[in-house]
């Protein structure tokens, strides 16, 4: 059987935690932060787990991705 490949893009982007969670960045942190207010952008820069029903997607494109 050949080995999966995973999608590059979303490699990129997700990562496991330790207890088998997947964890992403949150979005708008990029450009136009001088309206932003300092809180806010303090609280985007903070990593979250995925959302229960985007999980089953997000491990269909990582099928190495740690599980527990």
């Known amino acids: 059987m050949p080995k999966l490949k ?3 893009a979303a ?3 997700f ?3 330790g ?4 964890v992403r960045r949150k979005a708008f942190k990029n ?6 207010t ?3 952008k303090r609280n985007l820069s ?8 985007d999980e089953e997607n997000v491990r269909g494109m990582l ?3 740690p599980r527990k």
Do not use: D, F, Q
């Open 19 to 22: 207890t088998g969670k997947i």
């Open 11 to 13: 490699a990129k982007r």
């Open 46 to 53: 903070k990593a979250v787990i995925v959302n229960e029903c």
């Open 6 to 8: 995973s999608r590059k």
């Open 63 to 65: 099928p190495y991705l």
């Open 15 to 17: 990562r496991a935690t």
């Open 31 to 36: 450009h136009i932060l001088e309206k932003k």
């Open 38 to 40: 300092t809180n806010k």
